[in-house]
C-alpha cells in the first residue's frame, strides 16, 4: 500500500497508508493519529537524477562504489559518468538498478 503525507493543524507531518484506490484527495481532511490530518502532494526527490538533468554528463556519482571498475573515478575514487549510455552500460555490467 502506498504512503500518502498529511499534515494536522500545527504544521506536524504524518505519512499514512492506503490502497491506492481509497486515497483521500490532496486537499481534504480525515481523522487520523487522533487528529485532523489534510492531505498534502508529497514527491520523492532523485537527487542524483536531479543532478544529472540540471548539470548533464559528465558527473561524479556520490552514490556509486568508489573505484568501480568501467569507470574513470577522481582523486577520491568516485567514478565518473560520461553519458547516460555509459551509466545504463555500467548499471548492468554490475548487476544495479537505480532506487
Known amino acids: 500500500m502506498p504512503i500518502y503525507s498529511f499534515v494536522d493543524d500545527s504544521g506536524q507531518e504524518h ?10 484527495r490532496i486537499g ?36 556509486l562504489p568508489r573505484n568501480l571498475e568501467g569507470t574513470d573515478c577522481n582523486k577520491q575514487g568516485q567514478p565518473i559518468i560520461r553519458s547516460q549510455a555509459h551509466e545504463r552500460d555500467v548499471a548492468s555490467r554490475h ?3 537505480k532506487e
Open 15 to 24: 505519512e499514512l497508508f492506503f490502497n491506492a484506490s481509497e486515497a483521500p
Open 95 to 97: 548487476d544495479m538498478e
Open 28 to 63: 481534504s481532511e480525515i481523522s487520523g493519529n487522533g487528529k485532523t490530518l489534510t492531505r498534502v502532494a508529497s514527491f520523492m526527490l532523485d537527487t542524483e537524477g536531479i543532478a544529472r538533468k540540471t548539470h548533464q554528463y559528465p558527473y561524479v556519482s556520490r552514490s
